[in-house]
Nanobody
Framework: QVQLVESGGGLVQAGGSLRLSCAGSGRTLSSYAVAWFRQTPGKEREFVAGISWSGGSTDYADSVLGRFTISRDNAKNAVYLQMNSLKPEDTAVYYC??????????????WGQGTQVTVSS
């Protein structure tokens, strides 16, 4: 199985940018579709963006389309989420997740511990 570790979270002003990283260990991350989810207290975890194992297909939630970009570097066993034009409502704990089947918005088997993103107004 694969282990996932997120990094890159922090505090940023509205309109700013952050890049999150998801590093894989154990099995190679190139065998997995990977997605980013986020969660705020009292709310369900929501899908943000996903990428197929090859990087050839991506999917985005409507709320981040045009502002966030997901990418992967299989040689580095990593997946990234570039977040631009951040808004206070993007504040959440961000998780990366992997599954060995296909790009989708649910049903992920492996999860990281999360990284906090806080956007101040």
């Amino acid at each position: 199985q694969v282990q996932l570790v997120e990094s890159g979270g922090g505090l940023v002003q509205a309109g700013g940018s952050l890049r999150l990283s998801c590093a894989g260990s154990g099995r190679t991350l190139s065998s997995y579709a990977v997605a980013w989810f986020r969660q705020t207290p009292g709310k369900e975890r929501e899908f943000v963006a996903g990428i197929s194992w090859s990087g050839g297909s991506t999917d985005y939630a409507d709320s981040v389309l045009g502002r966030f970009t997901i990418s992967r570097d299989n040689a580095k066993n990593a997946v990234y989420l570039q977040m631009n034009s951040l808004k206070p409502e993007d504040t959440a704990v961000y998780y990366c997740a992997a599954n060995p089947r296909r790009l989708m918005r649910y049903g992920y088997d492996y999860w990281g511990q999360g990284t906090q993103v806080t956007v101040s107004s």
